[in-house]
């Protein structure tokens, strides 16, 4: 056996559904060459991570082995494995970056936010092109998902082929890109596959996955139905979709306006790049609403209700000059992400009070997945023969559900979490360590440790409020003055019907006039001692303990 | 035409699912004699409403007309129908309250919390006992729903007979508590009636409803399945299905063991008011534990996710001893209510990591709904045959819907929004005005308007952080020592790699030295520079604006 060995490390995405960030190398232990597969975010929520504007994988790792990475390659441009690569380019020592055409243009937008040329990104073309990456040889072999040029990977190693499919669906007629092509995968697989690493989104769905082109005719249906205007929402980097809703629109005989700038910006990349050869004429807002209402159809962002989207603007009450009214329809041809129903149902609730009704797609007619169901992966399994298969992009029941398929298909599988770096060699696989893994915040543009304690200071700000105390004393540990303190966040009276603040500094000034000499000299114990008092004094007034800052100052004569 | 008037007016739940708060009044304009049904509460959530403990309905329309109230009823026990009656007592002037049994034995333990003595719940038999309160007089007629001994209430007015349905579904078997009686149903409607006022939350469920009774043989056969210990979660309060789970667990040979303080106190109160006639023997958790692992079945609290809860805690690792293990199953016989998606699957991904199996209702083996789908509220509508039917019970989506199918059924209606005055009587229903509505946070032991800002400071802090900024001026406007900052929630370093706090420490400065002596001389002007500095410095350095709050003082000789 050489000496060497393969191995795969997940720093993202397995254990989660975002934040992709998957490793492979091969070499010497702990000398390996490493190649880096997507590098992506995840996104923050008032809950968890509030005022945090991305969350990044932590890539302290492959920081400290920067000089051993050979290139970066990137399945396809969804946020969640290309939205990393502007944020995280220095750390990793600014290697090759490698994507197809759709996928490079939208990575070089990200990196050029950080003045990075277009160059660095490197455009390849589809399998059988390949790519020479140290010990690697890669090829961006097509499959069907959401977004245009969504390739699986072919990674040719000194230890065997593995592929990494990453995100994907079976889809023979996907409108937009490439269909899936049994033929070729076969042919790419013939030679025998050490490993394939799978999406296992979609493995709890047991019926088998819908093509995009089922869509067109349930909508174009729902349309021609309509005599208001109609307003459709869908993830903008759904190009088919956005192309499927427009051509539906089109053909019940209604102009179509894109609104929402990432709307157009997918849209351009793909005309940019070729992915879209043909696409309904669209007219701008201004021209739409100088047009019948039963004449026009808007496709807009907004599809999980974030605030600032075009969806949530229009339900606020106008956007772009557009106004919707008694009678219009507004569809979502999406799924809303677990996680995001508030806003959307609070966006649906505003288009009530508006008087639009909404269609969503509870009925399956309006939307299909981009992910494979649990047949469709069963069918890519098997189609593929692989030695080994490793779930990824899911949490961890849908890699534990996917292990138990594998397995029940008679293949070798092993469940790796991010952090668990994976021996592929040998006669089967085995774990070959674990690396501290976790989550990096983009924070305006500060970056910060998830257990840095920045985001735990806010959660605790947000739940218990905020005192600020300031206090002075002179050199001798005489107080000059009283004790003053700021609330934020506190209700502004309590129990004793007195402001809250007085009652703090009444309490804090009899404690003041009753400390020793020693307290009062102790910056540490007095700060100590002020908070306890007004944590208990907060507590008897209003039932909450507040967050304290302390200030005190010693003034010298 | 009298010059008295029949009003109803919510104050809660209409426009919303939860927070339950109707006023029915009858009399001279403006001097109605008022009955309240329902006092319920909202839940709280980080997006919104961090560090708050329950939402209540704002009653200051009621609390300025207390003199007017005769009495407030409680259709159920649920706590968006009965959670606000201990904190808004004494504000409602302290009115008769009334329910039946198992509804009075949880509203008395709400108000026994704020000291009151039993006597202030009035408990009533169903229907025809009746109750009268001021111009009208009140029924509890039973109403299948997901707790003991829901009612709809019969309200006789001058102007003819109003029933309140409360939440209700048609259970013509719902195990615990009496089945739908439609010749009953028909009889009190006989007479004629006035209005309907509808539960409309799953108006958009186009099945029919099933029976309590359909989910026993499912169960029992998951059960029996097992090899491991089996925890079932559902909601406390839904005695029935306790019942059907546990009857399950027995069925298929295993003992039972109640896990949870609010679960305990809902059998506990169904036993103390009869309405849980026979209930399996249950063991302690040390007892369970003591047993063979597939001869146990743990029926938990937690379905939502809940943190402290049951379920939560066995997924952290222990619970009263209690720890769950590989082969194991935990079986959700809930639904996730929306926003409580993410909490679900924390725990489910916890349990995945232990090797638990989960089952939920996807596949609606486990679960049915508490609420009428929309033929069954049809069917209900079309039994009572009204003159009006008014939706309540559901965000504006649904009482919308309910409008359009209660009209397309040639019944009268008006969607009444939170706030809105209807005049029930005439020939038609009408508005007769708006109520300035809203909601008050149950903040520790505060009551705070969600106007009031206390919230909104706090979700600013999660979001930005917050700086404090502490400078001591002499009589004569000259600073005493340099300004000081201190910073919570907010990144150490920024842009230029020192320390953040000693970069906006030596901004302010600058600033201090070069300030005129009008500016150190007026504490609001110096504050708002202070405060100005801070955000602009915090935004070069780390890209955020914080909350800041400064304190200066003035020292005089």
Same mark, same amino acid.
């Given at each position: ?95 090759? &970056?490698? $994507?197809?055409? /759709?996928? !490079? *243009?939208? %990575? @070089?937008? #990200? ?118 205007? &109609?307003? $459709?929402?869908? /993830?903008? !980097? *759904?190009? %088919? @979709?956005? #192309? ?129 169901? @649990? ?183």
């Amino acid at each position: 056996m050489s000496s060497k060995r393969l191995i795969y490390l997940p720093l993202g995405g397995a254990g989660e559904i975002g934040m992709n960030c998957y490793v492979y190398g091969y070499g010497a232990p702990d000398n390996e060459r490493l190649i880096v597969v997507d590098i992506g975010v995840a996104f923050p929520d008032m809950d968890g991570t509030p005022g945090v504007d991305l969350i990044l994988p932590d890539i302290a790792w492959l920081e400290e082995r920067k000089t051993r990475i050979e290139a970066v390659f990137i399945t396809h441009a969804h946020e969640d494995h290309v939205g990393a690569i502007g944020h995280l380019f220095e750390r990793l020592g600014q290697p090759a &970056v490698y $994507a197809r055409a /759709f996928t !490079s *243009n939208i %990575a @070089r937008g #990200k990196l050029a936010e950080y003045g990075y040329s277009d160059k660095v990104v490197k455009t390849v073309s589809k399998w059988p092109e390949t790519v020479t990456a140290g010990p690697f040889t890669v090829g961006f072999l097509p499959i069907s998902h959401s977004i245009p040029e969504s390739s699986s990977l072919v990674i040719d190693t000194p230890e065997g082929r593995v592929i990494h499919t990453g995100d994907f669906k079976i889809d023979h007629n996907p409108l937009v890109g490439e269909a899936f092509d049994p033929d070729l995968w076969a042919e790419v697989a013939a030679p025998g596959v050490k490993a394939l690493i799978c999406d296992s989104t979609n493995v709890f769905n047991t019926h088998e996955g819908r093509s995009e082109s089922t869509l067109g005719p349930a909508i174009v249906e729902l349309i021609s139905a309509q005599r208001g205007m &109609v307003v $459709a929402t869908t /993830f903008a !980097s *759904n190009v %088919a @979709r956005v #192309k499927t809703l427009a051509e539906a629109g089109e053909a019940a005989g209604r102009s179509i306006c894109l609104m929402g700038r990432a709307m157009r910006r997918m849209i351009e990349a793909s005309v940019d790049t070729g992915v879209l050869s043909s696409f309904p004429k669209v007219v701008s807002p201004e021209d739409a609403m100088a047009m019948p209402r039963d004449n026009v159809m808007l496709i807009v962002t907004g599809s999980q209700g974030e605030r600032r989207a075009a969806s949530a603007q229009l339900a606020n009450g106008k956007y772009q000059g557009v106004v919707l009214k008694d009678g219009d329809l507004f569809l979502f041809s999406s799924k809303t992400i677990p996680g995001n129903e508030k806003g959307v149902i609070r966006i649906i609730n505003q288009f009530s009070e508006m008087g639009v009704d909404v269609v969503d797609d509870s009925n399956g007619k309006y939307h299909v997945s981009g992910h494979a169901n @649990r047949p469709d992966i069963e069918y890519m399994q098997k189609l593929v023969k692989p030695q080994i298969v490793i779930p990824m992009h899911g949490e961890h029941r849908h890699l534990r559900e996917m292990v138990k398929i594998a397995k029940g298909n008679r293949f070798q599988s092993i469940l790796a979490p991010n952090g668990m770096m994976v021996n592929l060699g040998g006669n089967e696989p085995s774990v070959a360590g674990y690396v501290e893994t976790g989550r990096t915040y983009l924070d305006g543009s500060a970056q910060v440790g998830a257990l840095d304690g920045v985001v735990r200071d806010r959660i605790r700000m947000a739940l218990n409020g905020h005192v600020t105390v300031t206090l002075i004393l002179d050199d001798e540990n005489e107080p000059l003055g009283e004790p003053w303190c700021e609330i934020m966040g506190l209700a502004q009276t309590g129990r004793s019907r007195a402001p809250l603040v007085e009652v703090l500094e009444a309490d804090l000034d009899q404690f003041i006039n009753r400390a020793s000499e020693a307290t009062l000299a102790d910056d540490d114990k007095l700060e100590q001692q002020l908070k306890k008092i007004v944590r208990q004094t907060a507590l008897d007034e209003i039932g909450k303990k507040p967050e304290v800052t302390v200030v005190i100052s010693r003034l010298s004569a």
